[in-house]
Nanobody, 119 residues
Framework: QVQLVESGGGLVQPGGSLRLSCAAS????????MGWYRQAPGKERELAAI??????SRYADSVKDRFIISRDNATTVHLQMSSLKPEDTAVYYC??????????????WGQGTRVTVSS
């Protein structure tokens, strides 16, 4: 019923920048929040940044002051990443808490986009 599609991942050198995007589509009534989680090899998935419907946002300490989350419309979220470090290497997943036209609230995940920071 709902699909989240991420884009923007790739290979970047340390200190570089990258912009991730996620677009939600489907039988959507409303989106409560959208954000980004990441999972590095051998590690658990962790929150990178999330933005709530009221406009508030929350960042992991490890990315604060380097990453900026934004929403340019109701169904699209971006993650502007700067001053990238090798430890930022991970698969980044888009997350959206969505109320559909036929069901209640539910969390939906994108398939992920890979970010590799290496010289």
């Amino acid at each position: 019923q709902v699909q989240l599609v991420e884009s923007g991942g790739g290979l970047v050198q340390p200190g570089g920048s990258l912009r991730l995007s996620c677009a939600a589509s489907g039988s959507i009534f409303s989106i409560n929040s959208m954000g980004w989680y990441r999972q590095a090899p051998g590690k658990e998935r962790e929150l990178a940044a999330i933005m709530y419907s009221g406009g508030g946002s929350r960042y992991a300490d490890s990315v604060k002051d380097r990453f900026i989350i934004s929403r340019d419309n109701a169904t699209t979220v971006h993650l502007q990443m700067s001053s990238l470090k090798p430890e930022d290497t991970a698969v980044y997943y888009c997350l959206a808490a969505i109320t559909t036209t036929s069901f209640g609230n539910h969390n939906y995940w994108g398939q992920g986009t890979r970010v590799t920071v290496s010289s």
